[in-house]
């Protein structure tokens, strides 16, 4: 089994073959259970313009990641070895297990459409009030405040901006061809 710099090579039992893998949503279809998630969110779009596919808690690549570094970690008996290297006897691989298999569960998210994301989202909450599929239908989402708590607040309204006229459908799968490319 090998690893470079930005491709690991992940093993599929019982196919007995490494399929290679980056660790970015463009490879959703490279891993049956990211295609599982992928599949179960491609079709929602958050009224903030996020399209639920290529976000990796939604197409499931977080989830995935942590299940394959507790595989590397079983596999490559990492636990057993680390002593002998420097730190390597700090870290406690238990909870680092426990840990990872709490990141598999609990960072899945469904779509907002489905009760996933944040349940006091004002972006959601005030686009249903307002009766609003997407908020590029909104006249005040220039200077919305609603958007401030995400991290690029101004990057989601481009978007949204950019997308205007457009339907839901035509934007998601522009979003998604972006992100296989
Ligand atoms: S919960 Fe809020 S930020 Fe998340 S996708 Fe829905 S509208 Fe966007
Ligand atoms: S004010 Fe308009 S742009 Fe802002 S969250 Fe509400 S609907 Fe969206």
């Known amino acids: ?6 491709k690991c090579f992940i093993y599929l039992p019982p196919s007995e073959k490494y399929v290679p893998f980056k660790f970015r949503s463009n490879d959703v279809y ?5 295609k599982e998630a992928f599949d179960n969110v ?5 009224p903030c313009g996020i399209a639920c596919g290529t976000c990796d808690l939604g197409n ?3 989830a995935e990641s942590a299940l394959k570094l ?3 970690l079983k596999n490559y008996g990492i636990a057993s070895w680390a002593p002998a290297v420097p730190g390597g006897s700090d870290v406690d691989f238990e909870r680092l297990d426990e840990a990872l298999s709490w990141v598999q569960t609990y960072t899945r998210c469904f779509g907002c459409q489905q009760g996933g ?3 006091d989202c004002a972006i959601r909450i005030c ?7 997407l908020c590029s239908e909104c006249p005040d989402l220039d200077g919305c405040e609603n958007f401030d708590w995400l991290q690029k607040p101004d990057f989601f309204k481009d978007n949204l901006r950019k997308s205007k006229g457009k339907s839901k459908n035509e934007i998601i799968d522009k979003a998604i061809s972006k ?3």
């Open 1 to 6: 089994m090998g690893i470079t710099l930005n």
């Open 30 to 34: 490279a891993i049956p259970m990211l």
């Open 42 to 46: 491609k079709d929602q779009m958050g």
């Open 60 to 62: 499931g690549t977080v």
């Open 70 to 72: 507790q595989e590397y």
């Open 117 to 119: 994301g944040p349940p």
């Open 127 to 133: 686009s249903k009030d307002k009766g609003y599929e």
């Open 179 to 181: 992100m296989k490319n």
